[in-house]
C-alpha cells in the first residue's frame, strides 16, 4: 500500500489511481526562457523518482510534464535578446533535456508546449465565459474568482483572508481584486493569438488547466510541482478546472520543499543563482541526483559543496561494492545458497519497500541500501562466496538504482594492487614525515569504501 501526503488534506492517504494499474499524473515544469536552476532541478529529480517508484510496483504511468513558452519573462527575454520568443524556447527546451538527462530524469510521456494549445486555450476559457466563472474587459478575460465556493481550498486560506492586502494594480480592469487572468490584451511588440476578445495571450495559470486536461482528462490522479506554486498557481488551477468540468481536478497534489543555498534562500539578489548547466560541470550529475533524493522530498533542502560531498562518499561506496560484487562472482563457488544471508537480502528489500511506500521516503530508503551494502562488505571478506548470493546482491542493487535513478557502473573499483600500491606510497610519505599526502591516501580509500587499518603486522585494509 501506497501513501501520498496530500497537500489538499495535509495528511498521507493510500493512493487509489481512478483506473485499476494506470497512474495519470501532471507536474508544473519550467518557463524555458534560460537554463534550468537547482530548484527547477529538485521537483525534476523528485517527481521522477515517484515516478520510477510506482513503475516499480506495476502501474502504468502517465506523465505529463509542461513547458511555459508564452510567458512575461519569455517577452522580456525576446526584447532584450532580439530574437522571436519562439527561437528562445527551442533553444532553451534543448537545453532542458540535455540537464535533465544529465540527471537522469526520464522523458515524459508528454511534454506539452502552450504554443501548440492555444486553440483549446480560447475555448477553455470561452466555456468559462459561457458559464458565469469568466468575464471579458477591454480586451482582457478575468476568472471571478468568488464564482467557486472551494477556492483556498489547497493553500488552506478562506477568501476573506486572502481579501486583505488584495488590490487592484495600475492598468488591471477586473471586478474584484481577487480575480485573476485569463487571456491579456496585446502590448506592442508581443507575441499574440486572434481570440474573440481581440488579439492577445493566455495568462499562466490557464495554460496547466488545459494543457493537464488534453493529454489526461477532466480528472487526474496526482498534480505536483515546488511548494512555491501551491497559491495562487495550484489554487488557481483547481478553480478554473473545476468550474469548467464540473469535476474533481486532481485527487492527490504533491509539493517538494524549498532548496537553500549554504542555509540563505536561493536569488539573483544574492548572487547564489546556480544553474543545473553550470553545476554539472563541477559536480558529477549523479551525484548531485544522489544528493538530492538523500532528503525527503517535502523537507527544506541546503545545498552546500560540503554536503554534496558527503553524498558523493556514500555513493562511492555504494557503487564500489557493487562493483566488486560483479568481480567476485567470476570466483565464487558454484551455487550453494545462505539462506541466512538471502533472508537478510529479502528483508531488506522490505525495508526498502516500506520506506518508499511511506510517501517515497528515499532519504531513509538509501539507508536501506546503505545497509544492505553494510552486509555485502562483510560477506566479500569471507573467503568463498556463493554465486546465488552475489547475484542476488547484484539484482538488488539494480533495482535500488533503478527506482532511485542512480547508475552504478561508473565507478572503478581499485584492484587489491592497486589498494597495496597506495598503502605503501602512504607508509613512504609517512616516513618522510608528508603527513599532508599519508592522510590525502587514506581518505582518498575511505571515500572509496577502503578502510585502512594499523595492526603489529604493518597497515591492512578492508572494504568497508
Not at 488590490?167 to 471586478?175: D, V
Request: charged letters at 30%.
Amino acid at each position: 500500500m501506497v501513501l501520498i501526503f496530500n497537500s489538499l488534506t495535509r495528511q498521507k492517504e493510500e493512493f487509489k489511481p481512478i483506473e485499476d494499474g494506470r497512474v495519470k499524473m501532471y507536474v508544473c515544469g519550467p518557463t524555458v526562457y534560460n537554463y534550468i536552476h537547482i530548484g527547477n532541478a529538485r521537483p525534476a529529480i523528485a517527481f521522477d523518482t515517484v515516478r520510477r517508484y510506482l513503475e516499480y510496483k506495476g502501474y502504468e504511468v502517465e506523465y505529463v510534464s509542461n513547458f511555459t513558452d508564452v510567458d512575461d519573462k519569455l517577452i522580456k527575454a525576446s526584447l532584450e535578446l532580439k530574437e522571436e520568443v519562439p527561437v528562445i524556447a527551442d533553444r532553451f527546451i534543448k537545453a532542458f533535456f540535455e540537464d535533465t538527462g544529465a540527471l537522469n530524469v526520464k522523458p515524459a510521456t508528454h511534454h506539452p508546449r502552450v504554443m501548440d494549445h492555444m486553440d483549446d486555450i480560447i475555448e477553455f476559457i470561452q466555456v468559462l465565459i459561457d458559464k458565469g466563472h469568466a468575464y471579458e474587459s477591454d480586451g482582457d478575460v478575468y476568472f471571478r474568482t468568488r464564482s467557486f465556493d472551494g477556492y483556498g481550498k489547497l493553500s488552506h486560506q478562506s477568501v476573506d483572508d486572502l481579501k486583505v492586502g488584495a488590490r487592484i494594480e495600475s492598468g488591471e480592469k477586473k471586478q474584484d481584486p481577487l480575480d485573476f487572468v485569463l487571456w491579456k490584451q496585446a502590448k506592442p511588440n508581443e507575441i499574440k493569438w486572434e481570440s474573440p476578445w481581440g488579439e492577445g495571450r493566455p495568462g499562466w495559470h490557464i495554460e496547466c488547466s488545459v494543457m493537464a486536461r488534453h493529454h489526461l482528462g477532466d480528472t487526474i490522479d496526482i498534480h505536483a510541482g515546488g511548494q512555491d506554486l501551491t497559491f495562487p498557481h495550484h489554487e488557481n488551477e483547481i478553480a478554473q478546472s473545476e468550474c469548467m468540468t464540473d469535476s474533481t481536478f486532481a485527487n492527490y497534489w504533491m509539493h517538494n520543499g524549498y532548496i537553500n543555498i549554504d542555509n540563505e534562500k536561493m536569488s539573483k539578489s544574492l548572487g547564489n543563482f546556480i544553474l543545473v548547466h553550470d553545476i554539472i560541470k563541477e559536480i558529477n550529475p549523479n551525484v548531485l541526483r544522489f544528493f538530492m533524493i538523500s532528503v525527503h522530498y517535502r523537507n527544506p533542502i541546503n545545498y552546500n559543496r560540503e554536503l554534496v560531498g558527503a553524498a558523493e562518499n556514500g555513493l562511492k561506496r555504494i557503487q564500489f561494492s557493487y562493483l566488486q560484487a560483479k568481480e567476485r562472482l567470476a570466483s565464487a563457488v558454484g551455487n550453494g545458497e545462505d539462506e541466512v544471508m538471502l533472508k537478510i537480502i529479502d528483508d531488506n528489500i522490505k525495508t526498502f519497500e516500506a520506506h518508499m511506500d511511506d510517501d517515497f521516503n528515499t532519504a531513509n530508503a538509501i539507508t536501506a541500501w546503505h545497509d544492505l551494502t553494510t552486509e555485502l562488505n562483510k560477506y566479500l571478506r569471507r573467503h568463498t562466496t556463493s554465486t546465488g548470493v552475489l547475484e542476488r546482491f547484484v539484482e538488488v542493487f539494480e533495482i535500488y538504482s533503478t527506482v532511485l535513478g542512480i547508475e552504478l557502473d561508473e565507478a572503478e573499483v581499485l584492484l587489491d594492487e592497486e589498494i597495496e600500491a597506495l598503502i605503501e606510497e602512504r607508509n613512504e610519505a609517512r616516513r618522510n614525515r608528508d603527513f599532508a599526502r599519508a592522510d590525502e591516501i587514506r581518505d582518498d580509500l575511505k571515500a572509496q569504501g577502503i578502510i585502512l587499518e594499523d595492526t603489529k603486522e604493518g597497515v591492512r585494509f578492508r572494504r568497508g
